[in-house]
């Protein structure tokens, strides 16, 4: 079997991804925290080291290093032959939503709850644009999720690991009461949290924690 080494930090919804994938298909990994919040990526000797693209997660695949998390994603799914979809249009379907939840649900997600509540003093501007655009966001993932068990029909593919990351940390974080705003949403993430061997984020990647400002603020309601 592969040996995994996955670079991450704990608050990463994106490491998070590929450490749920990977654990999901029964896969151990070697975690490798990285300083993050003190600038590491940022760093040349990181960048020329880990990932000259400068982002977080990288997973090492037997000392070979992978970026971007939907590609990973599908690759470990047609590895393990599972989580992808079995026909073409279902692959389609797999695509389109996670290529969706890339440049719309986890870019403005990501963005929106790190600036809430991992920086001392955010921008109320920048919060109000953020939250408007993510309302948007979730509304269509809402609709959709009324109608479906899963993003792709009746179980679960990546499309639903990557669009559910960010939006399974707690509320404080995100600012969304699910249950309250978006009850499709919260019976979605409860059915991927039943699945055997479900973990979330800070079950499965210990390590130092950034420093949370938000964590004594009362989330906000849409």
């Not at 993050?36 to 940022?42: A, E, I």
């Not at 020329?48 to 590609?71: C, F, H, R, S, Y």
């Not at 009324?146 to 974080?173: C, I, K, N």
Request: include cysteine; aromatic fraction near 14%; glycine fraction near 6%.
């Amino acid at each position: 079997m592969p040996a995994y080494c996955l670079h991450y930090f704990p608050e990463s919804g994106n490491s998070y991804k590929l450490a749920l994938m990977l654990t999901l298909c029964g896969q151990c990994f070697e975690p490798v925290w990285t300083d993050f919040g003190g600038g590491v990526t940022r760093t040349p000797q990181w960048r020329a080291t880990v990932n000259a693209m400068g982002e977080i997660p990288v997973l090492e695949e037997d000392g070979v290093k992978l970026t971007q998390t939907a590609p990973i994603l599908m690759k470990l799914a047609e590895q393990y032959g599972r989580f992808g979809g079995e026909t073409a249009a279902e692959k389609y379907e797999v695509l389109r939503w996670l290529f969706w939840d890339n440049h719309k649900l986890t870019g403005y997600m990501a963005t929106y709850r790190f600036h809430r509540s991992f920086t001392p003093k955010p921008n109320p501007q920048v919060l109000t644009y953020f939250r408007r655009r993510l309302d948007d966001f979730l509304a269509i993932l809402e609709t959709h999720l009324q109608d479906t068990a899963f993003a792709v029909g009746d179980r679960p593919t990546v499309a639903d690991f990557s669009m559910m990351a960010y939006l399974h940390f707690p509320a404080d974080e995100t600012g969304y009461d699910f249950a309250a705003t978006h009850p499709a949403i919260r019976a979605w993430l409860d059915r991927i949290a039943a699945l055997p061997g479900w973990q979330s984020a800070y079950d499965l990647l210990p390590g130092q924690r950034l420093t949370h400002y938000a964590k004594d603020a009362e989330p906000l309601h849409a």
